[in-house]
């Protein structure tokens, strides 16, 4: 059996989030973000292959007065206080609800905006892994700029205010709230006993077994899984038995459950997918500036690649295969009606990533919603 360090696995590239070296996103396509802001500069004057960008483009537009603010650790509480309020400002173009309870008692929420009778969806989630909490942050200044901005911006030369009226977006901002409150708070951020000897017992088993020899106070930031140390995006039923990584227990990343889709988190995600007809999905995660696009059973390769193309264009990622199992993306272009799907790696910086990262991941990111409906509308 082999054994790694916690320090030294964050190294290893095995297109898992967080493990991707930094030295790669050097290399690519070339820089089409830099395109995209010389073409800005000439105020709508197409360029580079980039979409033309107009003075109402979302692209250039910032909030002035946001509710959302940066912060170093962004919280599920400080989450839940500011979709009360987006609620109470934008009544009325917000729905939101939740699709679940976590296994510490944290409600999962999904936030809807666009025309409740539209046809098309599109799914949007992030925070699935508990050290990569800027993800929700970037989830909820998007849903922020949707609301001020998406009644009067355009983007891709299209306004906004049409495109919401074919295409419903559906955002699950923190979809491992446990995980989130574990990497930033430790210990004492878990409500429930039981889920903290659960979290001791595994940082036990994982310093017997080699795969750490760090404090406990120390291990606890880079944990990615939920309340009991299952890594949620090796749950899903997509190749979950061919999964050979798996410690076999609690720990701070790869272990995939008892079952695939044993977590409330995972099941919750699942009831998400299965009661709507879906365009296409987007998984944020960090780190590496590249997009996973493919998977072994993907049946939709094409169209995933079409709209991987697509984010390219407004990140200036790189785009990567993957060999990954179990992962949520893995999971919709395998499914019975399978999904285009993403799973976009977000900064340069080791997870936790620290709020200087922010704005680099919020110039390439802030209009990834616009580019996910703007695809479901154009297909």
């Known amino acids: 059996m082999r054994h790694y360090r916690l320090a030294g696995i964050l190294t290893l590239s095995i297109g898992l989030s967080c493990l991707m070296p930094a030295s790669s996103v050097a290399e690519g396509p070339g820089d089409l973000l830099e395109q995209r802001e ?3 500069n000439q ?13 109402n483009d979302i692209s250039l537009m910032e909030s002035s007065n946001p509710i959302v603010n940066v912060a170093a650790q962004y919280t599920y509480d400080q989450m839940a206080a500011d979709l009360d309020s987006l609620q109470r400002r934008y009544e009325g173009r917000i729905r939101i609800g939740n699709y679940g309870t976590s296994l510490d008692g944290r409600a999962l929420y999904e936030v809807i905006i666009g025309n409740p009778e539209a046809q098309k969806h599109v799914l949007i989630q992030a925070g699935i892994h508990g050290r990569e909490y800027m993800t929700p942050l970037l989830v909820m200044k998007q849903i922020e700029t949707a609301l001020e ?7 891709r030369g299209q306004p906004l205010a049409y495109m919401l009226d074919k295409v419903q977006v559906h955002f699950l901002p ?9 990497s930033q708070m430790g210990l004492s951020g878990l409500r429930s006993e039981e889920l903290r000897q659960i979290m001791i017992q595994g940082y036990q088993r994982d310093l017997e077994e080699g795969r750490t020899d760090i404090p406990i106070e120390n291990y606890l930031p880079y944990c990615k899984g939920n309340g009991r140390g299952v890594d949620l995006n090796v749950n899903f039923p997509a190749a979950w038995e061919q999964i050979m990584s798996s410690p076999g227990h609690a720990s701070y990343m790869l272990y995939k459950g008892e079952s695939p889709g044993s977590e409330p988190e995972t099941e919750g995600m699942m009831e998400v997918v299965k009661k709507h007809t879906w365009s296409a999905s987007i998984s944020y995660h960090s ?34 295969g993957s060999d990954g199992k179990g992962g949520f993306k893995d999971w919709m272009q395998a499914r019975e009606n399978p999904v ?3 799973t976009i790696e977000t900064g340069i910086a080791e997870c936790p990533m620290p709020v200087s990262q922010w704005p680099r991941v919020w110039s390439r990111n802030k209009t990834g919603w616009a580019d996910a409906i703007y695809y479901a509308w154009t297909h």
């Open 38 to 40: 010389e073409q800005e």
């Open 340 to 342: 285009p799907s993403l």
């Open 149 to 155: 901005f998406g009644e009067t911006a355009s983007y």
């Open 287 to 320: 780190r590496g500036e590249v997009i996973y696009w493919d998977y072994e059973e993907n049946k939709v390769r094409d169209q995933s690649r079409e709209l991987a193309e697509l984010f390219v264009q407004s990140t200036g990622y790189r785009l990567l």
């Open 43 to 55: 105020q709508g004057e197409n360029g580079g292959g980039v979409a033309e960008t107009g003075s």
């Open 174 to 182: 923190m979809t491992n709230p446990d995980g989130v409150t574990i």
